[in-house]
C-alpha cells in the first residue's frame, strides 16, 4: 500500500514550486513529482528581467533552482521523473511514477504549457539568443533593432504590435494571404506604419552564428528565398498546453488548457486544482503562474481542512499517459 502524502503537486515550474513553498510552510508536506523537464520553459530562458526582486536580473535555470531550494527549505519532497498514470476518480487519488503508486489527499496540477515551434534547425540552436516565442518576456532585449514575428493569429499581432514600441521595425511572416486574427487586431498590425507584412512566406531557417542576424525565407508562391536582416524572430503561431495525461477526466476547453473555476484553482474533480500556464490562455508569465501556485495551495489547505481525508480505498480505474 502506497503512502498517502497530503498534497501532491504534479509539475515544477513557477506554479509548481510557488505551490509547493506555500504548501510546505502550511505544513502539508508536499510531494513534487518534477518531471525530467523539472523548472519549466525557464529553463531555456537565458535572461529574466521582469519577475520582481532581480533588478540586475537573473538567469533562468538560476531563477528555477532558488524556487526549488525555497520549496525544499520548508521540506518539500521531490520526484525526479514523469508521471505516467493517474486516477482522480476517488480520495486518495492515485499517482503512478513509472511502476511506483503515489497516493495524494489532494493533487495540483501544473504541468505547464509549451511553445509551438516551427521545427527548424536554427530555431533551436539560436533558442534565447534572438529566438523567442514571448515578445513580453524578450522584446526589451531588441530595442531601437529589426525584428521577425512570424504567425497569423491573435497572438502574432499581439505580439507584433508590442515590439513597435521598442523596436525599429516588425517584419510578421505569415504562411497564407490573410491573417487567422480578429478583424480588429489584424486592422490594428496592417495600419500600423512600424509592421510590414512577408505574405505567403514561410521560414527555412534563421540566420546567425552566435545571435540572430536575419531569418531566410520562401515564397510558397514562387519558391524564391531571401534573408531579412533582423536581430530576432519570435514564434507565435500557439502554445500546447501539457495536459493529455488528464484527457477525459478534467474538464478542459477546445485548446486543451484546464478549466478552474472564476477567482479560483479549482478544477472540475473535488480535490484537484490547476495553476500555472496549464490553465492560463492569458498571460503566460512566470509571475502570475506564480500567483496561480500560491493560490492553488491556500485553496488546497482550504478544501483539505474542510474535507478530511477518507480511508484508503484503491478501487477505480486508472488513466494512461498514453
Not at 525565407?217 to 524572430?233: S, W
Amino acid at each position: 500500500m502506497a503512502d498517502v502524502n497530503e498534497v501532491i503537486i504534479i509539475g515544477s515550474g513557477p506554479a509548481g514550486l510557488t505551490a509547493a513553498i506555500y504548501a510546505a510552510r502550511a505544513g502539508l508536506e508536499p510531494l513534487v513529482i518534477e518531471g525530467y523537464g523539472a523548472g519549466g520553459q525557464l529553463m531555456i530562458t537565458t535572461d529574466v528581467e521582469n519577475y520582481p526582486g532581480f533588478p540586475d536580473g537573473i538567469e533562468g535555470p538560476e531563477m528555477m533552482q532558488l524556487f526549488r531550494a525555497q520549496a525544499e527549505r520548508f521540506g518539500t519532497r521531490f520526484i525526479t521523473a514523469d508521471v505516467t498514470r493517474i486516477d482522480l476518480s476517488r480520495r486518495p487519488f492515485r499517482v503512478w511514477v513509472g511502476d511506483a503508486e503515489h497516493e495524494g489527499n489532494a493533487i495540483i496540477v501544473s504541468t505547464g504549457a509549451s511553445a509551438k515551434w516551427l521545427g527548424i534547425e536554427g530555431e533551436q540552436r539560436l533558442m534565447g539568443r534572438g529566438v523567442s516565442a514571448c515578445a513580453t518576456c524578450d522584446g526589451f532585449f531588441f530595442k531601437d533593432k529589426p525584428v521577425v514575428v512570424v504567425g497569423g493569429g491573435d497572438t502574432a499581432m499581439e505580439e507584433a504590435l508590442f515590439l513597435t514600441r521598442m523596436c525599429e521595425s516588425v517584419t510578421i511572416v505569415h504562411r497564407r494571404h490573410e491573417f487567422r486574427a480578429s478583424a480588429i487586431m489584424a486592422a490594428r498590425a496592417l495600419d500600423h506604419p512600424r509592421i510590414t507584412v512577408r505574405w505567403g512566406s514561410v521560414v527555412e531557417d534563421v540566420e546567425g552564428d552566435q545571435v540572430v542576424t536575419g531569418v531566410r525565407v520562401k515564397d510558397a508562391d514562387t519558391g524564391t528565398e531571401d534573408v531579412i536582416p533582423a536581430a530576432a524572430m519570435f514564434v507565435a503561431i500557439g502554445h500546447q498546453p501539457s495536459t493529455s495525461l488528464f484527457t477525459d477526466i478534467l474538464d478542459m476547453d477546445s485548446e486543451g488548457y484546464v478549466l478552474t473555476q472564476p477567482g479560483s484553482t479549482v478544477t472540475s474533480i473535488d480535490g484537484v486544482f490547476a495553476c500555472g500556464d496549464v490553465q492560463d490562455t492569458t498571460y503566460r508569465q512566470a509571475v502570475t503562474a506564480a500567483g496561480t501556485g500560491c493560490m492553488a495551495a491556500i485553496d488546497a489547505e482550504r478544501w483539505l481542512e474542510a474535507n478530511p481525508a477518507p480511508a484508503a480505498d484503491h478501487a477505480g480505474a486508472g488513466a494512461s499517459a498514453d
